[in-house]
Each structure stands twice: as C-alpha cells, then as structure tokens.
Nanobody, 123 residues
Framework: QVHIQESGGGSVQAGGNLSLSCTLSVETYLSYGMAWFRQTPGKEREGIACVDSAYRTNYADSVKGRFTISRTGSKNTLEMTSLQLEDTAMYYC???????????????????WGQGTQVTVSS
C-alpha cells in the first residue's frame, strides 16, 4: 500500500518562495515516479511537476522556470520561486507509474489523493 506524506506550504506574498516536501512510503518506492498536482475550487486538478523513477523531470508550462522538483530516494522537494497569485491552490503529491513524458497526467497515480497542503499567495 502506498502512503504519501506532504509537508510545507503556507502563505507568502507574490514574488516570494515556498518549498513543499513529499515522502513516499512503500517498499518499492524506487519503481515509482512522484508528481505534484494542484487544484483550485471549481477547477480540475492540474499536474505541475513530476520526477519519474529515472529521476527525469517534467513541468507544466505554467510553472516552468519557476518551480524545481528534486528527488532523493523516497522523498521529493518542490521548490517554488517567484510565486504568483494564480499559484494559490491546494497542492497534492502522488506516486506515479508513468514515465517522464506522461507523469503530469493523473492517470498514472498510484493510491488515493491525500489531504494536500495549501499554498496561498497574496498581493
């Protein structure tokens, strides 16, 4: 059974930085990629950053150049810089069995969505 533990998030002014962390608890964690999704009320979840089992990364255009995902074993960190008002959302980390080209797609998700962590960017 896959268990995800997310941490980080919070409130920041526009232009600021935040960091999110995620730990994957499953014996075969090296077989899985990890991805971050975000969601705002009334909108679908959006895949924004992922790192596959080969440590290759992919980013949504909306965050490319501002967000960086890194991975060490079963843990990943999402460094978010130059945050904008539209980055305000609930952020979710998931395990994924998709490779880098598709790991932003929710179809590769292993296990349930967690509780997420809120990121709020204010002006």
């Amino acid at each position: 059974q896959v268990h995800i533990q997310e941490s980080g998030g919070g409130s920041v002014q526009a232009g600021g930085n935040l960091s999110l962390s995620c730990t994957l608890s499953v014996e075969t964690y090296l077989s899985y990629g990890m991805a971050w999704f975000r969601q705002t009320p009334g909108k679908e979840r959006e895949g924004i950053a992922c790192v596959d089992s080969a440590y290759r990364t992919n980013y949504a255009d909306s965050v490319k150049g501002r967000f960086t995902i890194s991975r060490t074993g079963s843990k990943n960190t999402l460094e978010m810089t130059s945050l904008q008002l539209e980055d305000t959302a609930m952020y979710y980390c998931v395990a994924s069995n998709y490779g880098v080209d598709y790991c932003l797609e929710p179809g590769g998700r292993i296990g349930s969505w967690g509780q997420g962590t809120q990121v709020t960017v204010s002006s």
